[in-house]
């Protein structure tokens, strides 16, 4: 959860909290050391998040993400690919 931020009339310490966004991770995923996931992205089911990524936006199931940001590296099986 992060600081709202969009007054500049009032430190951004004070303006509260911003509402909760909730990360949903399915079945079968690998996330490697040191990954970083942002509030409300949905990690799908059967994917490998490289380590160190740092995942910004959903990944679809099966795919295989890594860098900063996060990108599709490939899918675990081609016939996967949506």
């Known amino acids: ?42 990690i799908g089911n059967g994917t490998i998040l490289g380590a160190s990524a740092v995942v910004t936006k959903d990944v679809p199931d099966y795919a295989i993400v890594g860098g900063n940001p996060a990108k599709i590296l490939k899918y675990r099986n081609e016939k996967n690919k949506n």
């Open 1 to 42: 959860q992060n600081h709202e931020f969009s007054r500049t009339d009032i430190p951004m310490c004070q303006q509260g909290p911003r509402p909760a966004r909730p990360v949903i991770i399915k079945d079968d995923v690998w996330i490697g050391d040191n990954v970083t996931i942002l509030p409300g992205v949905t």
